[in-house]
């Protein structure tokens, strides 16, 4: 049977903006299904408003961005906004792409949690989220 | 909605808290309209899904959906990708889009949905859509769940006739052949015809619906209103569970 963990940890993913990169969100979606997280998958040219609503339907804990178009420092920052808009700052923001050092830096301080860029060993993504995550997921 | 997103997180994870929240709620709620679309992975139900969402939409109804994908029996993640097929609802206040891990539950539904439904209904939907699994093999419980149960089946799949057999036919009120777009339909047609005229006589015959579900705004309507009008509610969940079991 599934060892589904009681209470896992749903984690809504997405592309924002006019950004056809999808092939490192797939891989980190999937990676993060093995690690035994609930995926919800919206695919390509999302909004930051869409994004916020799939999150509160689906009651995620966390918002995944995946930014390749070099437009990370207004959709970032329009995500957490509006968040803040609908009363949900609970909900934890990161992601990765194409974005350099210096953006990540001014990102974290904007409100996004972290941010990962291309050669990520798809565990150390893992790795973060088990530490930021303890008490919901499942014992090995 | 945070509220009612909260509550089916309750459900799903099987707090007794929720009993009492239930309760609260359950006092003027109506119970909505329920609709089951079933079928092997990649059918199209999603995108069936979407068409008939907009149509209920034009008529005025709220709707919400409870969209089923599975968990790896592994390591228990999953990925819910149905409601991509949907974004273009994204934004309506009227649509609820709810993505749910059958979490190791069999049937092809989640063990919460009853529950989720209950909940759906005392925020005040009208119309409530699920989406099962889609393994094709042992999915019947959405039959004793939804009043009205759209089988979907395509051409080229290989497995229409094998899924017939695992006892689909007995629970439709309703075939969806879709992707008519493509070569075979017609065959599919014919075969799902063969297949009813040996079984035994019931009180209905599942009407044979041709849908190209990607079609989407012109083909809403008559759709969606053959899928729902035709397969219209005409039997309890006992009824059919009799006639599941043999
Ligand atoms: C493959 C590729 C394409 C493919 C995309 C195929 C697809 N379906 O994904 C195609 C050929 C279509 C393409 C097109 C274009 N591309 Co291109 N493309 C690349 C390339 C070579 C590799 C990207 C990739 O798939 N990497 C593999 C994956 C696994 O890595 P990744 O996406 O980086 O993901 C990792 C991390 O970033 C992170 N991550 C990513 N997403 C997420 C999400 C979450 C939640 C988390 C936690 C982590 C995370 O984790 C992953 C694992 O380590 C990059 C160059 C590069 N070296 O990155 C350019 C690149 C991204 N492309 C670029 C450009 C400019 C374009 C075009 C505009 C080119 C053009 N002029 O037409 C078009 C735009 C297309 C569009 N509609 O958006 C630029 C972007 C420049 C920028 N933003 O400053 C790059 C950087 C190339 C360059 N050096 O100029 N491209
Ligand atoms: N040609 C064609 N493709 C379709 C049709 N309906 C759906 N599809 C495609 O079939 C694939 C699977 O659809 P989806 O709705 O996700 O199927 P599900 O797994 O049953 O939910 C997608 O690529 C759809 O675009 C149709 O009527 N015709
Ligand atoms: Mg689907």
Do not use: C
């Amino acid at each position: 049977m599934a060892k589904v963990a009681a209470k896992p940890v749903r984690i809504v993913v997405a592309k924002v903006g006019l950004d056809g990169h999808d092939r490192g969100v797939k891989v980190v979606a999937r990676a993060l299904r093995d690690a035994g997280y609930e995926v919800i998958y919206t695919g390509l040219r999302q909004t930051p408003e869409m994004v916020v609503d799939a999150a509160l339907q689906e009651d995620a804990q966390v918002i995944g961005l995946s930014i390749h178009s070099g437009a990370h420092m207004t959709l970032f920052p329009a995500v957490v906004d509006e968040l803040k808009r609908r009363d949900a700052t609970d909900i934890v923001v990161f992601g990765g792409g194409i974005i350099p050092d210096d953006d990540i830096a001014a990102l974290k301080k904007r409100g996004v949690a972290e941010i990962f860029t291309p050669g990520t060993p798809l565990q150390e993504i893992v790795d973060w989220l088990r530490k930021r995550f303890p008490e919901q997921t499942r014992k090995p | 909605m945070r509220a009612l997103a909260r509550a089916i997180t309750l459900v799903e994870r099987r707090d007794p808290g929720v009993r009492e929240l239930e309760e609260a709620l359950r006092t003027g709620a109506k119970s909505p309209g329920v609709a089951g679309f079933t079928g092997a992975p990649g059918t199209g139900k999603s995108t069936l899904v979407d068409a008939v969402i907009a149509f209920l939409r034009n008529q005025g109804s709220s709707v919400a959906v409870l969209a089923t994908d599975p968990n790896s029996p592994f390591t228990g993640g999953a990925i819910l990708g149905d409601r991509i097929r949907m974004q273009r609802h994204a934004l309506d206040g009227k649509v609820f889009i709810r993505s749910m891990g059958a979490r190791g539950h069999l049937g092809g539904l989640s063990l919460a949905t009853r529950e989720a439904i209950r909940l759906l209904g005392a925020f005040g939907f009208d119309q409530v859509i699920l989406e099962t699994v889609g393994v094709g093999q042992s999915e019947l419980e959405v039959a004793a769940v939804a009043d009205t149960t759209v089988v979907v089946l395509t051409p080229n799949l290989g497995d229409s006739v094998q899924m017939i057999k695992a006892g689909i036919l007995e629970i439709a009120d309703v075939f969806a052949v879709n992707k008519s777009d493509i070569d075979g339909h017609a065959r599919v047609v014919a075969e799902l015809r063969t297949m009813m005229n040996m079984a035994p006589k019931t009180p209905w015959r599942p009407p044979i619906v041709p849908t190209i579900a990607t079609r989407g705004d012109e083909e809403d309507a008559g759709l969606a209103e053959r899928l729902l009008r035709d397969g219209t509610p005409y039997r309890t969940a006992e009824e059919i569970l009799d006639r599941t079991d043999n």
